[in-house]
């Protein structure tokens, strides 16, 4: 239900940087003698494009404290889920975990939801803006190509041959794996109504669609670890989409032996 207070299309979002400075449509920070955290400024330049990009696509946000929020930032929340990934997956496989993490941060930073006025190059344009949301950062200006190369390469949901180098393979890993297990059931599920209207019975097609498609997400995997968190993603949700068919098309049918458990109350 929308927030008695929520604002119609047209709400300004927060702001994310004070100061002078704008950067592709995004406030930035005035940068002084001393550095900026990279990491708080990928956040924070994230954080203000797509509360933007939300709001322009739901066509109404959330009054809180005086400030316009969006009914739910899908893109933020994939990009979150991917960066945590990155923590997870980088060390494990010896990559650069300044390249992952800031690629994680910024592979979506120019992506918008459902624009049809525009052509997907959100890959080519997030690269291009790299260099800028780093100016006056902390992060390793050695290390800026690789991180553009990572971005750059992170697209689709299939590939014929492994990426490299490992950060890259990395990064396409980690946004895909987010796109896989529960989280990516919230994710999907809350974003869903904006795009057309839902029902329970939407859901499962769609969602046993999927299944077919995770398959060959899994069987892309560059890294060993993350094919092995993949395949474990994906019996979760067959396991997830088994038990709302039968809720929701024979709630007589018993379920498997073994898979449920009763609790005492």
Same mark, same amino acid.
């Given at each position: 239900?929308?927030?008695?207070?929520?604002?119609?299309?047209? /709400?300004?979002?927060?702001?994310?940087?004070?100061?002078?400075?704008?950067?592709?449509?995004?406030?930035?920070?005035?940068?002084?003698?001393?550095?900026?955290?990279?990491? =708080?400024?990928?956040?924070?330049?994230?954080?203000?494009? !797509?509360?933007?990009?939300?709001?322009?696509?739901?066509?109404?946000?959330?009054?809180?404290?005086?400030?316009?929020?969006?009914?739910?930032?899908?893109? &933020?929340?994939? /990009?979150?889920?991917?960066?945590?990934?990155?923590?997870?997956?980088?060390?494990?496989?010896?990559?650069?975990?300044?390249?992952?993490?800031?690629?994680?941060?910024?592979?979506?930073?120019?992506?918008?939801?459902?624009?049809?006025? /525009?052509?997907?190059?959100?890959?080519?344009?997030?690269?291009?803006?790299?260099?800028?949301?780093?100016?006056?950062?902390? &992060?390793?200006?050695?290390?800026?190509?690789?991180?553009?190369?990572?971005?750059?390469?992170?697209?689709?949901?299939?590939?014929?041959?492994?990426?490299?180098?490992?950060? !890259?393979?990395?990064?396409?890993?980690?946004?895909?794996?987010?796109?896989?297990?529960?989280?990516?059931?919230?994710? #999907?599920?809350?974003?869903?109504?904006?795009?057309?209207?839902? !029902?329970?019975?939407?859901?499962?097609?769609?969602?046993?669609?999927?299944?077919?498609?995770?398959?060959?997400?899994?069987?892309?995997?560059? =890294?060993?670890?993350?094919?092995?968190?993949?395949?474990?993603?994906?019996? #979760?949700?067959?396991?997830?989409?088994?038990?709302?068919?039968?809720?929701?098309?024979?709630?007589?049918?018993?379920?498997?032996?073994?898979? =449920?458990?009763?609790?005492?109350?």
């Amino acid at each position: 239900m929308i927030h008695p207070k929520a604002k119609a299309k047209g /709400t300004e979002p927060r702001a994310a940087h004070p100061g002078p400075k704008v950067h592709g449509g995004v406030r930035m920070a005035s940068v002084s003698s001393s550095t900026v955290d990279w990491r =708080t400024r990928c956040e924070e330049y994230l954080r203000a494009f !797509t509360d933007s990009d939300s709001i322009r696509f739901w066509g109404i946000a959330h009054e809180v404290d005086g400030k316009a929020e969006p009914i739910f930032n899908y893109r &933020f929340e994939h /990009t979150l889920a991917a960066v945590k990934l990155g923590r997870w997956l980088g060390p494990q496989v010896k990559a650069d975990l300044d390249v992952v993490e800031c690629a994680l941060w910024l592979h979506d930073c120019q992506k918008k939801l459902k624009d049809p006025l /525009t052509k997907d190059t959100h890959a080519v344009d997030a690269s291009a803006e790299v260099p800028e949301i780093l100016r006056g950062t902390d &992060f390793p200006q050695a290390k800026m190509a690789a991180v553009c190369h990572a971005i750059e390469h992170h697209v689709g949901l299939r590939l014929t041959k492994k990426l490299s180098p490992i950060e !890259t393979a990395c990064v396409w890993d980690c946004d895909k794996l987010s796109k896989l297990g529960a989280a990516s059931l919230i994710h #999907f599920g809350c974003i869903s109504g904006a795009f057309q209207p839902i !029902t329970t019975e939407d859901i499962l097609v769609r969602g046993e669609a999927w299944l077919e498609l995770c398959k060959v997400i899994v069987a892309s995997m560059n =890294t060993l670890p993350g094919k092995v968190e993949a395949q474990r993603r994906l019996a #979760f949700l067959r396991a997830h989409y088994r038990q709302l068919g039968r809720e929701w098309r024979d709630p007589m049918e018993p379920s498997p032996i073994g898979s =449920t458990k009763i609790l005492d109350p």
